[in-house]
């Protein structure tokens, strides 16, 4: 795969680029996918509009609608990151995207959304400092991992995933 992802217009583009890889990819036939999950980054492109630019930024309802960021669309773009492009997808458009490549998709959906939600309350209760160890310590229960793994497949697989970019996850094979 090319380190630099950076000089392709898109994932697929990156994926099928020319460049040496050092693998066969004749003989790739499963894929496990995280990409940034379309509900997660409207919500940062909403805090990031505000705290840096302290007004809601156009790029936040064009987040909601295509997932897609690119920087020099926007005059004030760079203000906001340092990310040149950025696409989210939402569950739907992930599955439609690797099935458009001939994969078929096992399971698609977001991962983290109890505890991003649960996170929250933890900042909201206690001061910062105190929710990391509190989270750890939580984070080691199986009885809380079943609930949270629970949540994501049957309450809102269609969530926000987690705090990090990486929010949805497909598993996808070739036929």
Known sequence: MPTDWTSHTSFWDAISSTEETDYDDENINRLLLSVSSKSCMAAT??????????????????????????RSDYPDGETLTAIPELKAYDPQELSQALESQGMQVLECRAMGSLTHLYLLHLYRQNPPEQVPPLFRQQSQDPAFLELCDFYDRQVMPQGMGSFRRAGLFAAAEKP
Request: hydrophobic share 40%; net charge positive; aromatic share 12%.
């Open 45 to 70: 492109w909403l805090n990031y509009s505000l705290s840096k630019l302290g007004r809601i930024h156009p790029s936040v309802k064009d987040m909601m609608e295509t997932g897609l960021f690119v």
